[in-house]
């Protein structure tokens, strides 16, 4: 305090000219990320599951399909489709299709975030065998991510964000039967084998984000294979002193960020994997709150808004 009071005032101004450029070239260049709307999210949740149960080969899955590419479109996305056929074991064929929405196109340094949209076609853990037969709603197990990353979109479309960020939806995750684990992830597996150069230099999948009280452990695939970056997003996290992340170790998990962790891309998935309700029909949206999508997307942005 003295020594800058004891500055000449031709000096102050030099140093004040020094701090702007700092500044100017550290991460307040670009200021903060739009504000992220945790009950915008919800809202973006319940739509899909006002559509009904969303599993592949339903009427309501190619209703969302075509609810996913309207929403990118009008939140300024670049938006591609990724048709495929998904060939599971028991020799029953999938028609598929990822759906893809690019951000600044032209930036070289790109993220992957991911989410898939495809909701389980049998309730298979219901507590009540008559139940297990049918389709689940999807609240959390495929509408959450789903509905943080729309969030994110339409973020994207209020700021040009400093890196290429493109979001991808991918199908197929969720038709397998347990035990059968080659019949899950189709999509990001598709999508991983059809790179063609494309090297993201981070992949983040959301899945089951959205329940009330989450706490996202760190799941434990991504920590082997990717610590820095999940340390990275829980680093913003405990910044920004959001309860619904929690530094603990977290089961390994199944799940869209295997096929890129397996061709050697820094890849994570952020996963709530304790929730009682998961692939039951009782997955429904009075079990998810604004808040932990909020907190989600919150994270997502300022990664992205950290990067240069
Ligand atoms: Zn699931």
Redesign the pocket.
């Known amino acids: 305090m003295e020594a800058i009071y004891g500055i000449h005032l031709r000096n102050r101004i030099r140093l004040l000219w020094v701090c702007m450029a700092v500044c100017a070239l550290s991460s307040c260049r670009r200021g903060k990320p739009p504000p992220v709307d945790g009950s915008s999210a919800y809202r973006f949740l319940v739509a899909q599951c006002e559509m009904g149960p969303r599993y592949p080969g339903s009427d309501n899955h190619k209703r969302l399909q075509r609810y996913l590419v309207r929403r990118l479109e009008e939140f300024g996305a670049n938006v591609s489709l990724q048709p495929f056929e998904g060939i599971l074991t028991t020799g029953d064929t999938l028609h598929l299709v990822n759906i893809i929405g690019n951000y600044n196109l032209g930036a070289r340094k790109r993220v992957l975030l991911g989410a898939h949209y495809d909701t389980?076609p049998y309730a298979d853990r219901d507590p009540e065998p008559g139940n297990r037969s049918k389709p689940?709603p999807g609240a959390n197990?495929?509408g959450s991510g789903v509905a943080v990353l729309l969030e994110v979109a339409r973020m994207l479309a209020r700021a040009e964000p400093p890196v290429g960020v493109d979001i991808v939806f991918f199908d197929g995750?969720?038709y397998g039967r347990e035990g059968v684990p080659r019949d899950y992830i189709l999509g990001s597996t598709y999508f991983a084998d059809h790179l063609k150069g494309y090297r993201p230099y981070a992949v983040i999948i959301v899945d089951?984000v959205g329940e009330r009280d989450a706490a996202i452990p760190m799941e434990g695939f991504s920590k082997a294979a990717s610590s820095a970056l999940l340390e990275e997003l829980f680093a913003i996290a405990g910044r920004l002193g959001l309860s619904t992340f929690s530094r603990e170790d977290g089961v390994s998990v199944i799940d869209d960020h295997l096929p890129f962790i397996q061709r050697g891309l820094p890849a994570v998935d952020l996963i709530d994997f304790e929730y009682p309700f998961?692939?039951t029909l009782d997955d429904t949206p009075d079990k998810c709150s604004a808040g932990s999508l909020g907190d989600v997307g919150r994270v997502l942005m300022e990664y992205i808004w950290q990067q240069e």
């Open positions: 389980r689940i197990d495929g995750e969720d089951m998961w692939h």
